[in-house]
């Protein structure tokens, strides 16, 4: 049995669209994020929901980066956060000590500011919040 130059170009074509589509959809499927340095300093060694970003300048951001799944809290985000700062380790800045309105979102693509603040111990720490939007502890 032989088959035609013609059947041989549609079986490949169709191929190739079961593949883009299988790619598309595994690819646009789970949680996607970008995150912009807003802290006014070079984040060395930057960690976020345990995947090393490693070195992100001040007012750059990185490209979408998936994961399985992003804390929340209150529709904020609240997931692990560290870096270094002029060689100083900087971690999570815990403004949530409740926990009854975390939860974990596994879909979706998400935009994120990282910004610095003291805690009240004086540390410096890194937060998350939606990009260009205010934590509702930032002031005006």
């Known amino acids: ?14 191929a190739l669209a079961i593949i883009f589509i299988l790619t598309s959809f595994i690819t646009f499927r789970g949680f996607h994020a970008k995150f912009y340095n807003k802290t006014g ?5 930057l960690i976020i929901a345990g995947t ?17 799944s992003f ?3 209150s529709s904020y985000p ?8 002029k ?13 009854t309105e975390r939860y974990t979102e596994s ?8 910004r610095k603040a003291v805690d009240e111990k004086g540390n410096d720490c890194l937060y998350l919040v939606e990009h260009n939007k205010k934590a509702f502890f930032e002031g005006e």
């Open 52 to 68: 090393l970003i490693g070195e992100l300048r001040n007012n750059n951001s990185t490209e979408k980066i998936s994961f399985k």
């Open 78 to 85: 609240y997931d692990e956060i560290s870096g270094i700062i």
């Open 71 to 73: 804390e929340f809290d």
């Open 107 to 114: 879909k979706g693509s998400y935009s994120f500011d990282i």
């Open 41 to 45: 300093e070079d984040i060395d060694s």
């Open 1 to 14: 049995m032989r088959i035609s130059k013609e059947r041989k170009i549609e079986l490949f074509v169709f």
């Open 87 to 99: 060689n100083k380790k900087l971690d999570q800045l815990n403004w949530s000590w409740c926990g």
